[in-house]
Structure formats: structure tokens, C-alpha cells
């Protein structure tokens, strides 16, 4: 009679449940699969990564280019990504240096995805499978090569005699939750321990880890893989300092087969880790891979070990032999439950067994004389196929032009695109050009060559594929030579596609047009012959449609045929050459604050940076907030500064930070740039900036730069039910401006900004994780202006993204010579518990108010505009009703407060920080904006859902 160990969580009707869902899940297609109960996956709500993707986010892919826009496309939308045959990520060029190797080999997953092999024979090879800052991902059924660190480096303090380290690995948790990582392969074949050189008398490891889990990586099951010739296996907890892991890190390995592995399968700190049905399969003597040890017990690991077989040549008995202490502490745990060493029980282990925690799941566990069998025939990458499909990211037919040639309704802000017989490189030199065809005048040229950037010495960004576009040049009535001048890339591989977006504003409605492409702009085959480019004369016409009929309700759509343009900027353009305040004479009708404008937007990803002036009482109205993304990468070392519109680029290049030697066109960091409107209503779409912070760049990256006056005639915007997500400098914001049922993520600074006031109601404030820093993030920089309300935020949450365990709600910006003042009041506010308790961020930096004697790093302390620079309830630092997210009083103990500055070498005690005395003033819309006059109001706006 067969015998199972069952979880505490194991009542009689529970493991029925169970089962019946598992028999469930057997008719579903894999890819729709979710991760199983038996594992901490399936807890918090469970693992579904992309199994509820529609069609259009369903994507097969056979190359690295399909891959990347097809983890590009669709926003957070779940998603289906299905990898047919050997994906070599290095596309067989080798990688130059580790940058370059985490450049093009990283497959970076966002949230709400499965990543699935069709079937045997599915991977990658030179690929990290990388999983870092997000939720909700499925990773299974792919033979993974694990990859080889072109650039590692020795240690000479590692280990009695140095030691190479690498820094890539076949897949890599970070700061996760929600992950199921099932029924891969995973090895170093061909590139084994034994072919690579020996340096400094150590062999030069280029392997890092098979499946390393760290930075607070939490609700993770991997089951049912083979990993085999490999050093370093799995890693849960990546440093002994990383105190935040305490209380994450929870995870299950089920039904895994280790062979021929060195270690760390798994090594484990602070994690929870539940180890069941686990098959060990090695020696102490083979070669090059010899077993040291299976399970690793390190700082404050707490390990539930059930019915494990070690089968280990040359081991000694006991559990010393295959559980190894990998400085462990006081609070680390090991208990086992039925695991076998050599066909014997594996004996008391040297570890403390009160672990503080038991299994939260019900799961069936077969005694270990079953496990060999059961994993050995389960187990790996290529036991089951996939029949999904879909309509993402389908290959154009070859030859497919768009515009098509002929076409007689074609939107003047088009993209061009071209498909190829497979995927198409881009060259180096040549251009693209359009010419009028009436008479032949060009009216639009690329150079992909780094010619555009002539003069620039910086080598950290690519110089070719880099224009200059002048956004909005012509459509500002008041000087047709104003434009936002930003640096921009035109040509995009897309599938077997490349897509071309030519300078803004050049196309002119109801005119034909002729398009050459020179020879070198672009690598590829048509028809199985070598493309020659595309002559003037080669027939690729086409003429755009008549104008819009309405000056005021106007429609896009990125693929549609019957909107009246496929870019936001190309309707934005529209509205300011004829409804702007640079329209003094009213000709059209609608340049007042009493004329509504309306843009509708349809879903679609709108890659593309923006630039509104002067209009009065717009609207911007998605179809879906998850189906409108609107945005591109943008970001300080990219195009520096805040930015504005000038009559002509900049012509200086950067002295300082990490790029030097850029020049500086002065359009600025933000994707979107507002200047002078009042009445802007942003609603019901997701506007991003995907930069990612990196340390090679200088990061701010805005989602919108709101620039209007600093005074009680300023400007105002509102937006209702908006998702802003960026990193750094998400927002920078001026005048009047109401945030109402929206989501702003980011991890520095990324409210900030000088308005008069500010309003986040009913809104989710969400600190992402720093993926170039593991310092804790700030959610606000205010440079207010002294006499008003600054930042407020009412009934709002503070909640925390993957991995996200420590963040400051403010820093001080401030310096000796500020004018402006440190005004934020949190009001009714839920705040997550990764806000520190200390909650506002003071360092030993100078400002008006003096030097601070903090400890967060050289951070000033803030200046509320008072003698002193004390806050009140009046200005400066301040909060009334905090709560725990499930609304339970917040413990305001440890707060700053009162804090000793030294103001000309004399200790001064000074209120950084209070609870307020009173909600006066900071209640209602109506008292937070009753001091704009924006409009010709005599006093006050109270805006409206």
C-alpha cells in the first residue's frame, strides 16, 4: 500500500479539492496552466503568469528579435510568450563585455507572463532568463544552456586561494512574487567546467547559478526540473546582510532532479523553503563536477526537508554528508521528514528542528522509495507539447508595405513598415527619404549613420539609429519655429518587420508621396534575395487622407483605419495649430478655456514622446487604462535636462555626470512635455517611461513634466483614474494639479516637482524596486511654492512593488539658497510596511534650515519656509491619521520629529517633521485649491470626479 506525507494543512476535504484541481488542470493546455497547490506559489492568491492572455497576446517566437517585442508588446496585459526550437540570444555574434552580455542577453520578463518551449527541443542558449522586479511569471518547459560570463572576475579574498566569480545566470528571481519555475532543463553542456582555462591557478568559472532566488523574492515554486552538470545550483537568499529577506523568501522545490551538481540545491538564507520528493544523483569523485554537498543551511534559514533521496557515491552516512551548515546562525532551522542518503534514513541532522513555521499548503509527498522513479520519468524540459496559438507578434507576409503602395488614405503621422522573408538587421549608414511626388521635393530624410550626432564624444549610447525630431515644429501658431528638440530612434525591428517613424509633422494631409530606402540601411532578405534598399522609382506611393472635420473631437488609433490620426502627437499637433492660445485671433473658434477639446484614444501601445503648449481645457480619454499605453524610453543621459521648446536645438554638450560629452538638444528627459496649458484632463489610460535605472546612465526619467506659472494664476491638470510608471522622477509637476483614482509608481524621487498644490485622493503611491541600488527609495523631492499647499495626499495607499522592502516617504532637495519650501502632508493615508519607521529621510546635508546630523546618507534637512525652518501644521513635513493597509492605527513612535541641527557650529533643536494639530486647510478639494485663480476664477477650484 502506497504511503504520502501529507501538509498540516491536510484535512480529508482539502486534498480532495486538491486533487480535483489537479485533475483540472490536466486538460488545460500547459500554457494556460496556473501553478499547483502544493507549492507557496499557489498562495497569496496563486501563480497564473500569463494563463488568461487573449489572443492578441499570444506570441510564438523562433529568434531573439521575436522574443524581446514580444515581451515589448502589450503593456501589463497577461501574456503567452511560446519559444519554438534554440533561441541563441548572442544571435551568433559573441558577446564583446559583460555590458554587452547583459544588454543583448538578458530575457527580461515582465509581470503576467508564461514563458513556455512548444515542445522537445525549446530554448536558449547565451540567455539569463531574468525575472527581476515583478509578478506574476511562468517559466517552463525550456532546455536553458546556462550561460557563460564572457568577462568573470577573480576574487583573490574567496576561499583559501581566490576564486573566479561569474554573473549571469540560467534564470534569476529578484525581488519577485508569484513565480513557477517548472519542468526545465538545465545544464553547462557543452561549455562543462572541464573545458575552461585555468587563471591564477583556479579554473576560470564563467557558470554562475542555475535558479538563484534573492532580494526578498517571495511566493516562488520550482518543480519538477533537471539541472545536471552544474556548479552552483540553486541560491535562495543572495547576502547574509540582506536583513530584508526576513519573512520572504518563501518557496517550495518539489519533485526537482539534481545531477551531477557540485552544491546549493538548494543553499538557503532567511527563506522559509519547504524540500519535497527531490532527487540528488552524483559522486564524491566525479569529474569536473563532484558533489560537495546538497542542501546549504545559511543565516536564519528556516528548511522543511520531506522525503528527499541523496543518491551520492562515495558519501558517508548521515546527514552531514548532504546537509552542509553554510554559515548559519543562531536562528537557522533544518528539519526532515522521511529523505534517504544511500537507500538509508538520513539521520538526525546537526541543526536545530523548531523551524517556527509549518507547511501552509496541502501537499502529497511520496515516500522516498517512489521518488526516483516518478521525478526520473517527469522531470525536465520536453515531457509535454503546447498547442496554444494566437494572433501576437505574427509575421507580416514578405513584401508587405504599409502604407501600401497606392494607398489613398494614409495618416500624415504613419509609421512606415516593411517585412522581410525573417528577421532584418539594421545597418549603419544610408537613408531613408520622402519626397513629395508631385515634384519631387524631399520632405523628410533619415541618416542612420552617426553623422546626426556629429561632434558628440560620449561612447555609453549607440550613435547610430539616432535622430534629431523636432516635436511640434510648425504647430505653435505663435513662432512656427518652436519645437521640443529631442534626440530620437527611427528605425525599430518588429518580427520580420521594420518600422520607421519618421520626424514629426512632415507629411501634409490629402498629398502623395514616394519613399526610397538606400542600400545598408537595413540587412535582410525579400523573396530570398539579399535587399538592395528601394529606389525612388520602385513604386512605393501613397497619399494620406483629407483633414479632420472638427477641430475639438478628435480620435487615434494606432492600427485602425477610420480614426483621424495613429499618434497622440499627431492629434496634439492638430489641436494647437488651431484651438492653441497662440491663435490670438480665435480663427477657429477654440482657443478659450470655455471650448472643451477632446482627444479619444484607442487601445494600442503608442511608442512616441509628447508636447502640448498653450492649450486650454483639453481632454485625453482612453479607451481601457490597461489597453492605452502611451510612451517611449526616455531618460537624463538620453535627452538632458527638464526640457522646453526652443526656436532651434541646443548645441552644448554635457561636463558632468555619467555621460559626458552628449549634446544637450534641450526637449528634456520627460516622455510627455506640457507647457503653459491649464485644464489638461489626463483619463483612463497608462502613461509610461520604461526607463530602467541603471548606474552607466544618469536616470530621471519623467512621465510628464507639467511646466505652468508659480503663482495663484497658474496652470491646472487633472488625472482621473491614470497609471504613471516610470523609476526615477516619475512626476514632475507645477501649478494646481488633482490626482484622483490613480496608481503612480517609481523609486526615487518620483513625486516631485514646484506646485502650488498638488492632490493625489483615492490613489495608490507604489515604490518599486532599484535595479541599481539596494538602498531604500524616496517617494517625494517638493520644491513648493512658499504660501500654498504643496503635496497633499488624502485617503490615498503607500503599497510597495515586488521585492520592495525599505522606503523613505521624502528627502529635502533643499540648499542654502532655496527659495522653496518642503510642503507634504500625508492625510488618511495607508502605508505599507516598507515605509521606514523613522518615515522622513535626514542625512548630514546643509540646507536653509541648517546641517542635519541624520542618518540618511548626506540627505539635508527640509525647510518649511519658517525662522527657523520648522514645520507646522501650517508648511513642512507633516501627517494625521496613518494607518497599517488594513486600516489599523499606525504605530508614529519612531518618526522623525524634533532632531538636532547644527546651524553655524551650534546644535539647535528643530521640528523636522510633526503630526499635525488639525486637518484645517487639507480636508477637502476645495480648501487644498482654494487659492488658485487660474481660469479668472476670483478664488478657489473645486474639481469633480
Not at 527638464?642 to 555619467?658: K, V
Amino acid at each position: 500500500m502506497r504511503r504520502f506525507f501529507t501538509g498540516t494543512a491536510g484535512a480529508v476535504a482539502a486534498l480532495t479539492l486538491t486533487l480535483a484541481v489537479s485533475g483540472a488542470q490536466a486538460q488545460t493546455d500547459p500554457a494556460r496552466q496556473q501553478a499547483p497547490a502544493d507549492g507557496w506559489a499557489a498562495l497569496a492568491g496563486g501563480t497564473r503568469g500569463g494563463a488568461n492572455a487573449e489572443s492578441a497576446q499570444i506570441y510564438t517566437v523562433t529568434n531573439r528579435v521575436q522574443l524581446q517585442a514580444a515581451l515589448d508588446d502589450g503593456a501589463g496585459l497577461p501574456k503567452i510568450v511560446k519559444v519554438v526550437g534554440t533561441i541563441d540570444m548572442s544571435e551568433g555574434r559573441p558577446y564583446l563585455s559583460r555590458a554587452d552580455q547583459t544588454s543583448r542577453g538578458n530575457v527580461r520578463l515582465p509581470s503576467n507572463t508564461t514563458l513556455i518551449g512548444a515542445g522537445p527541443g525549446a530554448g536558449f542558449v547565451n540567455a539569463q532568463v531574468l525575472i527581476s522586479g515583478v509578478s506574476q511569471v511562468i517559466v517552463r518547459n525550456l532546455k536553458i544552456v546556462a550561460p557563460c560570463d564572457v568577462a568573470p572576475v577573480f576574487d583573490p579574498t574567496d576561499g583559501a586561494n581566490g576564486s573566479w566569480n561569474a554573473a549571469f545566470d540560467a534564470i534569476s528571481v529578484i525581488s519577485s512574487d508569484h513565480v513557477w519555475i517548472d519542468r526545465n532543463t538545465i545544464t553547462d553542456v557543452p561549455v562543462t567546467d572541464d573545458t575552461l582555462p585555468i587563471e591564477n591557478g583556479q579554473v576560470r568559472q564563467c557558470h554562475d547559478g542555475a535558479i538563484d532566488i534573492t532580494q526578498a523574492s517571495d511566493h516562488v515554486t520550482v518543480s519538477y526540473n533537471v539541472i545536471e552538470m552544474h556548479n552552483k545550483t540553486v541560491l535562495i537568499g543572495g547576502n547574509d546582510s540582506h536583513t530584508g529577506d526576513a519573512g520572504r523568501l518563501r518557496v517550495t522545490l518539489a519533485n526537482n532532479v539534481f545531477r551531477n551538481v557540485v552544491q546549493r540545491a538548494p543553499r538557503v538564507r532567511y527563506g522559509q523553503v519547504h524540500l519535497f520528493n527531490n532527487l540528488h544523483l552524483g559522486s564524491r569523485t566525479a569529474q569536473p563536477y563532484p558533489h560537495s554537498y546538497s542542501v546549504g543551511v545559511g543565516k536564519a534559514a528556516k528548511i522543511i526537508s520531506t522525503a528527499n533521496v541523496h543518491t551520492i557515491t562515495g558519501a558517508a552516512p548521515g546527514c552531514a554528508s548532504v546537509v552542509s551548515a553554510t554559515t548559519p546562525d543562531a536562528d537557522s532551522r533544518f528539519v526532515d521528514t522521511g529523505s534517504v542518503l544511500n537507500g538509508a534514513a538520513l539521520g538526525p541532522c546537526a541543526f536545530a528542528a523548531d523551524v517556527g513555521w509549518s507547511v501552509p499548503y496541502v501537499f502529497r509527498a511520496r515516500p522516498a522509495s517512489l521518488v526516483s522513479a516518478h521525478v526520473l520519468a517527469t522531470a525536465g524540459a520536453g515531457r509535454f507539447s503546447t498547442a496554444i496559438t494566437g494572433t501576437g507578434n505574427q509575421a507580416t507576409p514578405p513584401g508587405t508595405r504599409a502604407p501600401a503602395p497606392g494607398d489613398m488614405a494614409a495618416h500624415t503621422d504613419t509609421r512606415l513598415s516593411l517585412a522581410f522573408d525573417n528577421v532584418p538587421t539594421l545597418g549603419t549608414s544610408g537613408f531613408i527619404t520622402v519626397r513629395r511626388a508631385s515634384d519631387g521635393v524631399v520632405v523628410d530624410t533619415i541618416d542612420i549613420s552617426n553623422a546626426p550626432s556629429a561632434g558628440e564624444t560620449q561612447t555609453a549610447i549607440p550613435r547610430t539609429n539616432m535622430e534629431i525630431d523636432a516635436i511640434a515644429r510648425g504647430a505653435m501658431p505663435e513662432n512656427p519655429a518652436l519645437a521640443r528638440w529631442v534626440w530620437y530612434r527611427p528605425l525599430r525591428v518588429v518580427s520580420n518587420r521594420v518600422e520607421i517613424q519618421l520626424h514629426d509633422g512632415k507629411l501634409a494631409h490629402g498629398t502623395a508621396y514616394t519613399v526610397s530606402i538606400d542600400p545598408g540601411v537595413i540587412n535582410g532578405t525579400l523573396f530570398g534575395q539579399a535587399f538592395n534598399g528601394i529606389a525612388p522609382g520602385d513604386g512605393w506611393t501613397f497619399t494620406t487622407r483629407a483633414a479632420p472635420a472638427s477641430y475639438t473631437n478628435l480620435t487615434v488609433d494606432d492600427t485602425g483605419s477610420t480614426a483621424d490620426f495613429r499618434s497622440l502627437q499627431g492629434a496634439l499637433n492638430w489641436v494647437m495649430r488651431h484651438c492653441s492660445q497662440g491663435s490670438a485671433t480665435n480663427a477657429f473658434g477654440c482657443n478659450t478655456l470655455a471650448t472643451p477639446k477632446l482627444i479619444t484614444v484607442a487601445n494600442g501601445r503608442y511608442r512616441e514622446f509628447n508636447m502640448l503648449r498653450r492649450v486650454l481645457n483639453l481632454t485625453i480619454r482612453g479607451e481601457s487604462r490597461d489597453g492605452v499605453v502611451i510612451g517611449d524610453v526616455n531618460f537624463e543621459s538620453f535627452n538632458s535636462g527638464s526640457g522646453g521648446t526652443s526656436a532651434s536645438p541646443g548645441t552644448a554638450f554635457t561636463t558632468g555626470g555619467r555621460v559626458i560629452g552628449r549634446r544637450i538638444l534641450l526637449g528634456g528627459r520627460a516622455s510627455m512635455l506640457v507647457e503653459s496649458c491649464d485644464l489638461l484632463t489626463l483619463e483612463n489610460f497608462t502613461f509610461v517611461n520604461p526607463h530602467a535605472r541603471i548606474n552607466t546612465f544618469d536616470n530621471q526619467a519623467e512621465v510628464i513634466y507639467f511646466n505652468t506659472g508659480s503663482t495663484a494664476t497658474a496652470g491646472r491638470m487633472v488625472a482621473k483614474q491614470v497609471s504613471f510608471l516610470s523609476q526615477q522622477d516619475t512626476l514632475q509637476l507645477k501649478g494646481y494639479v488633482w490626482v484622483y483614482q490613480s496608481l503612480v509608481e517609481g523609486n526615487v524621487d518620483f513625486i516631485w516637482g514646484g506646485p502650488m498644490a498638488a492632490l493625489f485622493e483615492d490613489s495608490e503611491i507604489r515604490s518599486v524596486r532599484d535595479t541599481s541600488s539596494s538602498s531604500p527609495g524616496y517617494i517625494l523631492q517638493a520644491r513648493a511654492i512658499a504660501g500654498d499647499k504643496g503635496f497633499v495626499f488624502l485617503n490615498s495607499r503607500l503599497t510597495a512593488g515586488p521585492g520592495v522592502t525599505a522606503a523613505y516617504l521624502a528627502r529635502s532637495g533643499g540648499t542654502t539658497s532655496s527659495t522653496y519650501i518642503d510642503n507634504i502632508a500625508f492625510i488618511n493615508t495607508r502605508i505599507g510596511p516598507h515605509i521606514l519607521p523613522v518615515g522622513w529621510c535626514v542625512g548630514t546635508g546643509t540646507s536653509k534650515t541648517g546641517t542635519g546630523t541624520g542618518n540618511c546618507s548626506t540627505n539635508p534637512p527640509p525647510w518649511a519656509g519658517t525662522t527657523t525652518g520648522a514645520a507646522t501644521d501650517a508648511a513642512g513635513w507633516r501627517e494625521w491619521g496613518s494607518t497599517d493597509l488594513d486600516g489599523n492605527p499606525l504605530d508614529l513612535s519612531q518618526r522623525l520629529g524634533s532632531a538636532t541641527v547644527n546651524v553655524a557650529g551650534t546644535p539647535r533643536s528643530v521640528v523636522l517633521a510633526k503630526p499635525l494639530d488639525s486637518t484645517a486647510g487639507l480636508a477637502t478639494r476645495a480648501e487644498v485649491f482654494a487659492n488658485s485663480t487660474a481660469g479668472g476664477l476670483p478664488a478657489g477650484w473645486v474639481p469633480v470626479p
